[in-house]
């Protein structure tokens, strides 16, 4: 069983979702739901899709991670941000 990172990003009228290992390979939909189902199928249809010509399909290699900015630190990395680009 091949796994790959699905990234969901939530837009102005609903959801895209792509898989970062799998260029191209992009859904989107009005729910969250309904847009990683749509992936899931767009996952598979672009790996037979592969397959039927003679491509091997990659492992997934990308990974994700929260980074967790407390509030204070968040207000002053903005003001020093713009120092250094204005300043």
């Known amino acids: 069983m ?3 990172l699905v990234v969901v990003e ?3 009228n609903g959801f895209g979702a792509y ?7 992009v859904a989107v939909g009005a729910t969250r739901e309904e847009t990683e189902e749509k992936m899931y199928e767009a996952i598979t249809f672009h790996l037979e899709g592969m ?5 091997i399909p990659p492992e997934g290699e ?3 991670e929260y980074v967790a900015i407390p509030e204070s630190t ?8 713009k120092k250094k680009k204005y300043g």
């Open 2 to 4: 091949r796994r790959y």
């Open 10 to 12: 939530k837009s102005g």
């Open 19 to 25: 898989a970062p290992d799998l260029p191209g390979c």
């Open 51 to 55: 397959k039927e010509d003679g491509m």
């Open 62 to 64: 990308s990974f994700a």
């Open 74 to 81: 968040r207000k002053t990395a903005g003001v020093a941000e």
